[in-house]
């Protein structure tokens, strides 16, 4: 859903459990999509990243998923543990500007229950 | 770690102010991009370096300025502060198109 001011999205899941957290970009035109984990008083982590001409890629628990059709991300967590729990981030990249500007969506905080 | 620092990583400054904030870019990384970041919110692109030019900026006034030197460390800027300039400022680094990495950031606040 959409956050208002300091409401974030927010995601509650138990220690062990699957998480899968979504996000809807804007921009048609973006061929480059990066998932980041930001931990309070942190700067933003990269995860894992997809092109625009791949519609999964997984890495060491995590999974992106890409529709272009609809214009949506997903992430996947599996096995999600204590040290998981943090804001996610999905950024996009207009690669065909002149630079490598990012565009962030709002962010979900993710919980994990021990 | 990164390889990408920031300093300093907190400052508070008076209204009307002018500070300047600092980045070390990871080695071989010849671009570097400032974004801020207010609290509950993503991260908002100010502008990049490529090669000490700027190279893209986004919706942020004049008195956001930049530099990147030679060893691509790079400076960020703010004259005449505002309250609403109090943010998190991170700086990223990046290598081509490759993945962006990110500095712990510097925690400004504006009294």
């Known amino acids: 859903g959409e956050s208002v001011g300091l409401h974030l999205p927010t995601l509650s899941v138990q220690e062990g459990d699957n998480s899968i957290i979504n996000c809807a970009y804007s921009n048609s035109a973006s061929d480059y999509f990066i998932w980041y984990k930001q931990e309070s008083g942190k700067g933003p982590q990269f995860i894992i990243d997809i092109r625009s001409n791949m519609d999964k890629r997984q890495g060491q628990r995590v999974t992106v998923l890409l529709n272009k059709t609809v214009k949506h991300l997903s992430l996947q967590i599996a096995a999600t543990q204590p040290g998981d729990s943090a804001v996610y981030f999905c950024?996009?990249?207009?690669?065909?500007?002149?630079?490598?500007?990012?565009?962030f969506g709002k962010g979900t905080l993710l919980t994990v229950n021990p | 770690e990164t390889g990408v620092t920031q300093s300093p990583t907190h400052l508070i400054k008076t209204r009307g102010q002018q500070v300047t904030l600092r980045c070390s870019s990871q080695s071989g990384h010849n671009t570097v991009s400032w974004y801020q970041q207010a609290l509950g919110q993503g991260p908002q692109f100010i502008f990049q370096y490529y090669r000490e030019e700027e190279n893209g900026r986004g919706n942020f006034p004049p008195r956001f300025s930049g530099l990147q030197f030679p060893n691509y460390s790079s400076e960020l800027n703010v004259n005449a502060l505002e309250l609403d300039d109090s943010a998190l400022y991170l700086c990223a680094s990046n290598a081509g198109s490759n993945e962006a990495f990110f500095g712990q950031g510097t925690r400004l606040t504006v009294v």
């Open positions: 950024a996009e990249r207009d690669s065909g500007g002149s630079n490598y500007k990012l565009t």
